[in-house]
């Protein structure tokens, strides 16, 4: 797998896919005859002139080094945006109006705090850059006021700091990637157990800075309630933070790094609870008749404390176009509302939970499948981001948006912003197919996680903006958040100063303008 994602695709660039005939099918079947929409050709995509002075970027070198500071065409595209669908269709069309001026690769946390005392004093703007996988804008500065943008990418610090295994943690640095953090962990006998679709590319810092959640968060929780302990680089100086597990000492300000996303400082080092690497884990498949029944059965298990590592659950749509399993669209699913759980651990502890968990489900009408369709989605968990390139390739828009409320208003935020995305694609003329899913959950509530699909119109990225602001105003009408764990970035900003209110932005911006008064740390993203 290559450390580099491709330029205006999803991923490893040795992995790029073209969609399965049956796909295909469906597709004509439901939007009609293909009309490709292929990207242009790298060499033809041009980029803003370099802002930053010659006396600027030799400062920076001998900062970090000749080798570590680039200025050319292909790392500044590479470090152009984020992963959403709109920062893919602007590269896909030749547009790279948002690249940094340059890409800058310290190697520890002293030369992060160098360059950023550097570029506040120079108001230089700062886009933190772990793997690149932001969906919601979250890598992308604003200039106004400012001289340049520099992305400072953590990529050199991926290193395990330290093992506490009496106290089950550890301090990674933040530009451990996902597999770089298990393989490090591993060879402790541990395990972090966070596994998000971004994981293969996304990185310590990031889960951090965004409050990432990950697929086995049912049974591990989130990442923010991991962090023990952070370590940032600020324009007033290195900021530490987490001296115990627990404190009475005031606020808990590790809080306020965790999801700042960069806005406040760079996370360069994380402390993190992390737990025994499991001997066994098993997933299986459960068929609900309606997606209602199957939340009903989620919600049962989380709040009588028996629920698996892993538990997700599709709605009939997404059941039936088995897009739980993308090897298989377009096949025959068997109706219903799909079930995945997984179960982690010692042989003895995985029998008896699939036991345990077992006659629950089953005493709530689920209808047990095997284990085989349960593997096979494990098998395959990362590959969904490829098959929106694919998709996009055949002029079809694809994008998710997710969101989180309490159980007894679940029903009316799926149906509403179901609603709001199906009115406002289809009064463009493009009637989409919007599926959903239920993949983290918690004693009060759970997630809602909706993928869209429909035919682009000549203007896709205003297709799309229309349709998640009329999402984005169902969920925050309907009471849920505007976003469970793909973070604020600048795409969610208006409806984030709505969700916490006059007081809560105030204090942001009071606490931005403490901590960075040149505003230069990834400013347009956050703060309202």
Not at 195 to 211: H, I, K, L, N, W
Not at 485 to 509: K, N
């Amino acid at each position: 797998m290559s450390d580099r994602m491709h330029w205006s695709r999803w991923g490893d660039p040795a992995r790029t896919t073209t969609l399965p005939a049956n796909a295909l099918a469906m597709l004509e079947l439901a939007f009609g005859p293909p009309a490709p929409r292929p990207a242009v050709d790298q060499q033809t995509v041009q980029l803003p002139a370099v802002g930053l002075p010659d006396d600027v970027l030799d400062a920076l070198r001998d900062a970090i080094g000749v080798e570590h500071v680039d200025a050319g065409v292909e790392p500044r595209l590479l470090h152009t945006g984020g992963k959403s669908t709109p920062d893919l269709l602007a590269l896909r069309g030749g547009d790279a109006a948002a690249a940094p001026d340059a890409v800058l690769r310290p190697a520890d946390h002293d030369e992060v705090q160098a360059l950023v005392s550097f570029c506040s004093e120079r108001r230089i703007a700062v886009v933190p850059y772990g793997g690149g996988t932001s969906v919601v804008g979250g890598l992308t500065a604003s200039r106004d006021g400012l001289v340049a943008v520099v992305a400072i990418d953590l990529g050199r610090l991926d290193r395990l700091v330290d093992v506490d295994e009496v106290s089950s943690t550890a301090v990674l640095q933040a530009g451990v990637s996902g597999p770089r953090a298990e393989e490090l962990l591993g060879e402790h006998g541990m395990t972090l157990g966070h596994f998000p679709q971004s994981f293969e590319f996304a990185t310590v810092g990031g889960f951090a800075a965004t409050r990432s959640s990950g697929q086995s968060s049912s049974g591990y929780g989130r990442f923010d309630t991991m962090v023990v302990g952070l370590k940032v680089a600020t324009p007033l100086g290195t900021w530490e933070l987490g001296v115990a597990p627990a404190s009475a000492a005031g606020p808990d300000l590790r809080q306020l790094v965790l999801g700042s996303e960069g806005t406040l400082g760079i996370v360069t080092e994380v402390r993190l609870a992390v737990r025994t690497k499991p001997a066994t884990a098993v997933y299986e498949t459960w068929r609900f008749p309606t997606f209602v029944d199957g939340a009903t059965a989620m919600r049962t298990l989380t709040q009588d404390g028996i629920n698996p590592t892993v538990l997700r659950l599709s709605d009939e749509t997404e059941t039936s176009l088995n897009l739980a399993k993308p090897e298989s669209i377009g096949a025959d699913s068997g109706g219903g509302a799909l079930m995945v759980c997984g179960y982690e651990g010692t042989d003895g502890r995985v029998e008896r939970m699939r036991r345990e968990v077992g006659e629950v489900l089953q005493g709530l009408g689920g209808t047990p499948l095997g284990a085989e369709d349960g593997e096979q989605w494990a098998e395959g968990r990362f590959d969904a981001p490829y098959l929106r390139d694919a998709l996009l390739d055949e002029g079809v828009l694809v994008e998710t948006l997710e969101t989180a409320t309490f159980w007894g208003d679940l029903d009316r935020l799926y149906a509403e912003v179901k609603a709001a995305l199906e009115g406002a694609l289809s009064a463009q003329g493009t009637n989409p197919i919007v599926l959903c899913h239920i993949s983290h959950v918690y004693r009060t509530g759970a997630s809602l996680y909706f993928t869209v699909a429909c035919r682009e119109t000549d203007d896709p990225r205003a297709q799309w903006y229309a349709a998640k602001q009329a999402a984005s105003d169902a969920i925050v009408a309907a009471g849920g958040t505007i976003t469970h764990h793909h973070a604020v970035g600048r795409d969610h900003r208006p409806w984030y100063a709505e969700e916490i209110g006059p007081i809560g932005t105030d204090v942001l911006r009071a606490v931005k303008r403490s901590v960075d008064p040149a505003g230069v740390l990834n400013p347009g993203v956050l703060i309202p």
